[in-house]
């Protein structure tokens, strides 16, 4: 029983720690970014955005398709799985109904 408990848990321990790396990268956002993604203002808004739509800006930057001042550098520094991590972790904020996105 005790291992069927533990099975059953699983999926959200990995989740959890999942988020807590994404967290952990995406502590380096936070200059611009505000933290959680919540921007004061300059610059987007990460909080509450979809994964899979943050994950596409990325590659734009990335590869150079989106221009940027820095964004296509930083990007560059990190893993396609980093990324996702990160995506996923601010996909996860609330964003902050104060802040205009």
Same mark, same amino acid.
């Given at each position: 029983?005790?291992?069927? !408990?533990?099975?059953?848990?699983? +999926? /959200?321990?990995? *989740?959890? #720690?999942? $988020? &807590?790396? =994404?967290?952990? $990268?995406?502590?380096? !956002?936070? #200059? !611009?970014?505000?933290? &959680? =993604?919540?921007?004061?203002? =300059?610059?987007?808004? %990460? /909080?509450?955005? +979809?994964? &899979?739509? $943050?994950?596409?800006? $990325?590659? *734009? @930057?990335?590869? =150079?398709?989106? +221009?940027?001042?820095?964004?296509?550098?930083?990007?560059?520094?990190?893993?396609?799985?980093?990324?996702? %991590?990160?995506? *996923?972790? @601010?996909?996860?904020?609330? +964003? &902050? /109904?104060?802040?205009?996105?």
């Amino acid at each position: 029983m005790t291992l069927v !408990c533990l099975w059953a848990l699983a +999926p /959200a321990a990995h *989740a959890s #720690n999942a $988020l &807590d790396a =994404g967290r952990l $990268l995406a502590a380096t !956002c936070a #200059n !611009c970014h505000g933290t &959680d =993604g919540r921007s004061v203002g =300059g610059t987007e808004s %990460l /909080a509450g955005v +979809p994964g &899979d739509k $943050l994950l596409r800006k $990325l590659a *734009a @930057f990335t590869s =150079g398709e989106k +221009p940027a001042t820095i964004m296509h550098q930083i990007a560059k520094g990190y893993t396609p799985e980093q990324l996702a %991590l990160i995506a *996923a972790y @601010f996909a996860a904020q609330r +964003p &902050d /109904a104060r802040v205009a996105r």
